[in-house]
């Protein structure tokens, strides 16, 4: 049912083919679309019909196939914190799905509610090496690339905290449905003594307008549902029951509109940043690193996983 990937160039042909032709070829052609990378397997997937799941269970995905809509399922407990293994799974999922031409939607979600997503694994940055750094911000970006260049309608259905990292997975989609009630949202990197890199910033800025977004960066601001729904922040809110449902319909609506032209849409606003982040990833990564790394920065991380023990 599933195939397994066999790189950028059989999407290009599958959709060039089951689409009829040329547009797809120059659509392709013209925005390099698709997963950014050279890999060409997934870790081990399991197919079976309508449920699969990464070796490690860390990513469960469904996907109907009537519909094509697929949900990604975070599984990371206890707070679903984005370790490489995550990093790995989700975008092996994401390009899976990306090449799946009868998929045409996804929902990323969390399997445990009331958390989302704990941001970035803030252990896989403390006291590591550089180089292991290193290699866990290029698996973030990997990740970042493949959803946020996605062709599919990708829904992030935040059904619980959403803090940094969580903020960065929900930016990337297409549209944000979020539990009621008490949970939080935002990039509150520099309460860590972080800086969001320049491709995150940016999808603030364009979500939620540069004068909130730089006030919120800069004091590094966690909102309530109410009030980031006020800001644009999400589009949509709903009872946590009742996210997974409100996030199907919504994608449903969406699904009305032709997925070539949505899809051509998209990418005509999301390729400069794309492209922007593919040309200087190195130059990311290194400051990543050397930030990360910084003594004073270390500390400061090391203070924050007290607070957050003590809690
Ligand atoms: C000039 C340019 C420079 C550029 C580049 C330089 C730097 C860039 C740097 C960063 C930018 C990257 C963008 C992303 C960054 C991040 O994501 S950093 C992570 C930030 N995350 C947080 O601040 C969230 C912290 N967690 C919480 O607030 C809460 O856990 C929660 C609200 C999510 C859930 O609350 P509860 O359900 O009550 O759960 P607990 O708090 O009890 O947590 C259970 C357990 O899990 C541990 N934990 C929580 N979050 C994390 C995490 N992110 N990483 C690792 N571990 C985490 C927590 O300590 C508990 O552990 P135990 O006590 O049970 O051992």
Redo the contacts with the bound molecule.
């Keep these: 049912m599933y195939s397994f990937i066999l790189g950028n160039e059989s999407i290009k042909m599958a959709l060039s083919v089951s689409a009829g032709g040329r547009v797809w070829r120059k659509f392709f052609k013209t925005f390099n679309f698709g997963p950014n990378s050279a890999l060409k397997r997934f870790p081990t997937c399991t197919a079976n019909g309508r449920l699969y799941s990464s070796s490690s269970d860390n990513v469960l995905v469904s996907k109907d196939e009537k519909s094509g809509i697929a949900t990604v399922r975070m599984n990371n407990p ?2 679903n ?3 490489s293994a995550m990093l790995v799974s989700l975008r092996s999922c994401f390009e899976e799905l990306e090449n799946d031409k009868s998929c045409r939607a996804l929902i990323l979600t969390s399997q445990k509610p ?2 989302f ?9 403390y006291r590591k090496s550089p180089d292991y750094v290193a290699q866990f ?1 290029e698996k ?1 970006q990997d990740m970042w690339l493949s959803l946020y260049g996605s062709r599919l309608v990708t829904m992030a259905a935040i059904n ?9 997975l929900s930016l990337a989609c297409d549209y944000r449905i979020m539990a009621e009630g008490k949970f ?1 949202i935002g ?3 520099t ?2 003594d ?5 491709w ?1 910033r940016q999808t603030m800025v364009d979500v939620i307008g540069y004068r909130q977004a730089e006030m919120a960066l800069m004091i590094g601001a ?1 909102y309530t549902s109410n009030k980031a729904l006020q800001l644009g922040l999400v589009d949509k809110l709903a009872p946590i029951e009742d996210v997974q449902t409100v996030a199907e319909e919504e994608v449903k609506n969406w699904l009305k509109i032709p997925d070539q032209a949505r899809a051509i849409t998209k990418m005509a606003s999301r390729k400069p940043l794309l492209d922007e982040l593919r040309k200087r990833k190195q130059e ?1 990564i290194q ?2 690193r ?3 790394t910084r003594e004073s ?1 270390q500390i400061s991380i090391q203070q ?2 007290e607070k ?2 003590a ?1």
């Design positions: 206890p707070v914190s984005l370790n009331k958390v997503c704990a941001g970035l694994d803030i252990l896989e940055i911000w973030l619980g905290h959403s803090p940094a990292g969580g903020c960065l939080t990039l509150n990197e309460q860590l972080l800086v969001a890199p320049f995150l966690l990311d400051t990543f050397d930030e990360t920065v924050y996983l957050l023990k809690k």
